[in-house]
Antibody, heavy 121, light 110 residues
Framework: EVQLLESGGELLHPGGSQRLSCVAS????????MGWVRQSAGKGLEWVAL????????YYAESVKGRFIISRDNSKKTVYLRVNNVTVEDTAIYYC???????????????WGQGTVVVVS | QSALTQPASVSGFPEQSITISCAGT?????????VSWYQHHPGKVPKLLIY???YRPSGIPYRFSGSKSGNTASLTISGLQTEDEADYYC??????????FGTGTSVSVL
């Protein structure tokens, strides 16, 4: 089955850190750009970060640049998001997403995980 | 970088057509054909409806269509169904190698 399964969300204190994980199955993980999108309660979707299929390129939203780090391990079919120096504004559901086309970035997000919740309080 | 601008809400009767606009700039929507649309039922996972401005992934009903003119993209739902009641978001690639979502539109079926 084609799916993404996130984990790692938890309650953090302001200034804290955590690593979110997303395990993929059912497709050739190493061929696709992967990313993270978040949604705060009562607010819209916000793109957070994206990593190219081979990990050679990473991209970040201005709101998280310098604080969050996206990485991947193609041998484990896993993409990570390290969230550092968090603030209350980082409280959200964090969705792992798969890019639409192989070997490309940003064209569309075809597959979404169920999300993992990060609460900063 | 601010979110793309969408109307907060749009409503229509069953079988009517509605259109949701997504206003951007010459740095995002107007510059690239990487505009996508997502349907999000609260409590569920967002679903890709449209990619590359106007293409539907397999399994997406024909009543969903996308277009773009200048810096504004649009999603049209022709023949509105009760199950279309959801939140809708546009998304565009930008010239800063980022992705920007729209503010979101809540669609109500009257």
């Amino acid at each position: 089955e084609v799916q993404l399964l996130e984990s790692g969300g938890e309650l953090l204190h302001p200034g804290g850190s955590q690593r979110l994980s997303c395990v993929a199955s059912g497709f050739t993980f190493s061929s696709y750009g992967m990313g993270w999108v978040r949604q705060s309660a009562g607010k819209g979707l916000e793109w957070v970060a994206l990593i190219s299929y081979n990990g050679g390129n990473t991209y970040y939203a201005e709101s998280v640049k310098g604080r969050f780090i996206i990485s991947r391990d193609n041998s484990k079919k896993t993409v990570y998001l390290r969230v550092n120096n968090v603030t209350v504004e980082d409280t959200a559901i964090y969705y792992c997403v798969k890019n639409w086309r192989p070997n490309r970035n940003f064209d569309a997000f075809e597959l979404w995980g169920q999300g993992t919740v990060v609460v900063v309080s | 970088q601010s979110a793309l601008t969408q109307p907060a809400s749009v409503s229509g009767f069953p079988e009517q057509s509605i259109t949701i606009s997504c206003a951007g700039t010459s740095s995002d929507v107007g510059a690239y054909d990487y505009v996508s649309w997502y349907q999000h039922h609260p409590g569920k996972v967002p679903k890709l409806l449209i990619y590359d401005v106007s293409y539907r992934p397999s399994g997406i009903p024909y009543r969903f269509s996308g277009s773009k003119s200048g810096n504004t993209a649009s999603l049209t739902i022709s023949g509105l169904q009760t199950e279309d009641e959801a939140d809708y978001y546009c998304c565009s690639y930008t010239n800063r190698n980022t992705c920007i979502f729209g503010t979101g539109t809540s669609v109500s079926v009257l």
